[in-house]
Nanobody, 129 residues
Framework: QLQLVESGGDSVQSGGSLSLSCVVSGFTYTTYYMAWFRQAPGKEREGVGA????????TYKDSVKGRFTISRDNANNMLFLQMNNLKPEDTGMYYC??????????????????????WGNGTLVTISS
């Protein structure tokens, strides 16, 4: 059974840091592209960072570039998102997502929600000013 389980969400003040983790099971993790999405109340779910199956290719939403880092540990089937200098607008439910697609002509396609087949249940991040 395919599962993605996120953890690490918390409430922190603006300027703080958080590290999110996602443990995956039930599929061949090393052949899947992975991503982190977030959804703020009343807003669409948006991609914030994505990474290729081998970890070589990464891409980020413009507003998080230089503050967020996505990484993966293929030996242990884990995905990470290090978030620094957090801002109130980073508040939302953060989701881990996986896709069996390996063809992305442009990096921006890696952040498109429709490209992802599998989703976790999310972990909540709240940033106060």
């Amino acid at each position: 059974q395919l599962q993605l389980v996120e953890s690490g969400g918390d409430s922190v003040q603006s300027g703080g840091s958080l590290s999110l983790s996602c443990v995956v099971s039930g599929f061949t993790y090393t052949t899947y592209y992975m991503a982190w999405f977030r959804q703020a109340p009343g807003k669409e779910r948006e991609g914030v960072g994505a990474i290729s199956d081998d970890g070589v290719r990464t891409t980020y939403k413009d507003s998080v570039k230089g503050r967020f880092t996505i990484s993966r540990d293929n030996a242990n089937n884990m995905l990470f998102l290090q978030m620094n200098n957090l801002k109130p607008e980073d508040t939302g439910m953060y989701y881990c997502a996986a896709t069996s697609s390996q063809y992305f002509r442009h990096d921006r396609e890696m952040l498109e929600r429709v490209r992802y087949n599998y989703w976790g249940n999310g972990t909540l991040v709240t940033i106060s000013s």
